[in-house]
């Protein structure tokens, strides 16, 4: 049989003879063309192993340079930096042994969530933007140690979604009023997991990574009346291991957890990537989250510079260079919302595939940097605010009113609000203990046109429908930020967008 490297050999023969005879017979050109089509016609197909035997990477033996592997150092840097995030938000949890509250935290042990019984404490400085409007809970997982089971109770017509996103804050599962998910046990399993799901599960979410989060969201008005009424449905809420599985609904008194007190919390949200560590946490990243379709060659491009690196100081260093540089011209930047996002009228923006990043690594970044753990844009519509109407920083000097046209607060199937974060993202304490306002507030004020004016400012208005619609402001900049919870289509397709952000002095 003829090889086909033999024909390969054979048809570059033949298709040299051909292009001879068209130069010396320059006058026969369109014959000898004729006859090279004939001999030559297409060339052979590859062999089916031709792709196998190409290298799988780059060539490990092959000296490479400073000024390289801190290009692609920079880059990693970029694209992972929401990977490592999660990674080490996962060991902080491995450390924990027992549900309890830590200060303004709470703690839950791998594979299990712990509930808040209220809204979240202002001193929280654990997760950017944190929700007022919701009781929240959370919890790390570690698919690769077991799979979990996830219960939902009856919440009968109070709105509920549970935000349970993988290693590059994706969303795998759906679990929500929004998704008509009914009451039972739903399981959450690692890539690699091939065991029998028992009975009684009603649905198995498969991630691909290892590691997950999962973090309740319930819904709970502003009166003394629903923080009461809340308190048993959230019992129900648990998330444990499959081994702990047995087909009857567990329950957890929330309320009677430990209480101990926290360390003094800081000014800015707690430090999960740091770039002197980043390349030495990248490999065990890497293998939890294996390639998206399409990342074969990223990958493989990272790992061979981290090969190199290894036993090569100067290497290294240019490295961790690089990393500085990319945390402070790169990701830092996209801490403020105007620098990233669709552009919207009024100096507004929005993104469209938070949850569902995929490959947009950009997206991911700024997400993860400014305000990580949004929910998928069927459950949540997010609108973020730094400037006024003229395009001026938001701060506290100033006096603003944002003013919702009659019927045309957020279109929501769920809830709507409007919350208000100091410079760092994060709730400063204000003398009413509001910092929000939308669906959860009974007693705002519409104008008699039916619009609703909120009043942003430090100092307590004297007119009384300013003062019930009023939004304290912390001290300096600050920003705005509009959640609509589980979204019609005019918040989802830019038809409705905020109102402007009037400045009144």
């Not at 009781?135 to 570690?142: I, K, W």
């Not at 409007?418 to 304490?429: D, E, P, T």
Request: charged share 20%; with cysteine.
């Amino acid at each position: 049989m003829t090889s086909n490297a033999t024909l390969s050999r054979r048809g570059m023969l033949l298709g040299t003879a051909a292009l001879a005879a068209v130069t010396v017979e320059g006058s026969s050109a369109a014959v000898s063309k004729a006859e090279a089509s004939e001999l030559n016609p297409q060339p052979l197909p590859p062999s089916p192993d031709w792709a196998r035997a190409l290298p799988s990477g780059p060539d490990a033996r092959v000296k490479i340079t400073e000024p390289y592997a801190a290009h692609v150092a920079r880059d990693a840097f970029f694209w992972a930096w929401p990977l490592v995030n999660m990674y080490n938000r996962r060991l902080a949890f491995s450390k924990m042994k027992e549900h309890r509250y830590v200060g303004p935290l709470l703690e839950a042990p791998l594979n299990s969530l712990t509930m808040l019984t209220d809204y979240v404490n202002p001193e929280e400085r654990n997760i950017a933007c944190p929700n007022q409007d919701v009781v929240y809970g959370l919890g790390l997982v570690a698919l690769d140690m077991s799979p979990v089971v996830v219960q939902v109770p009856d919440f009968g017509d109070r709105f509920w979604v549970y935000q349970i996103v993988d290693l590059r804050t994706d969303s795998f599962a759906q679990l929500g009023k929004m998704h008509g998910t009914t009451p039972g046990f739903y399981m959450l399993a690692g890539p690699d997991w091939q065991g029998e799901v028992p009975r009684g599960i009603t649905n198995v979410f498969r991630a691909s990574t290892k590691t997950a989060l999962v973090a309740p969201r319930i819904f709970q008005d502003d009166t003394p009346e629903d923080k009461r009424a809340i308190q048993s449905v959230l019992t129900g809420i648990v998330m444990y291991p499959l081994a702990d599985y047995d087909g009857r609904m567990k329950s957890i008194e929330w309320n009677e957890l430990p209480k101990v007190p926290g360390t003094p919390h800081g000014e800015e949200e707690t430090r999960w990537v740091f770039p002197e560590k980043f390349f030495d946490e990248l490999p065990a990243v890497l293998a939890d989250a294996p390639p998206l379709p399409g990342e074969e060659a990223r990958y493989a491009q990272v790992l061979a510079v981290l090969a190199a690196a290894k036993n090569n100081p100067e290497l290294k260093q240019a490295m961790a260079e690089a990393a500085k540089d990319a945390e402070e011209k790169l990701v830092s930047p996209l801490f403020q919302f105007r620098n990233y996002g669709q552009q919207l009228p009024h100096h507004w923006s929005t993104i469209s595939n938070e949850s569902a990043f995929g490959t947009d690594y950009f997206t991911r970044t700024a997400v993860a940097k400014s305000n990580i753990m949004v929910n998928s844009p069927d459950e949540t519509k997010y609108f973020y605010q730094d400037l006024d109407a003229s395009g001026a920083r938001l701060n506290s000097a100033n006096r603003y009113t944002a003013t919702f046209a009659k019927d045309q607060t957020p279109p929501v199937n769920g809830f709507w609000s409007l919350s208000i974060y100091n410079a760092n993202h994060f709730f400063i304490k204000n003398q009413i203990n509001r910092f929000s306002v939308g669906t959860k507030n009974k007693d705002l004020k519409l104008g008699d046109d039916g619009s609703l004016t909120i009043t942003v400012q430090a100092e307590e208005p004297t007119d009384p429908v300013a003062r019930a619609n009023w939004l304290p402001t912390p001290k300096g900049d600050f920003s705005l930020y509009v959640r609509a919870y589980w979204p019609k289509s005019a918040a989802m397709d830019g038809s409705w967008t905020p109102p402007a952000v009037e400045k009144a002095s």
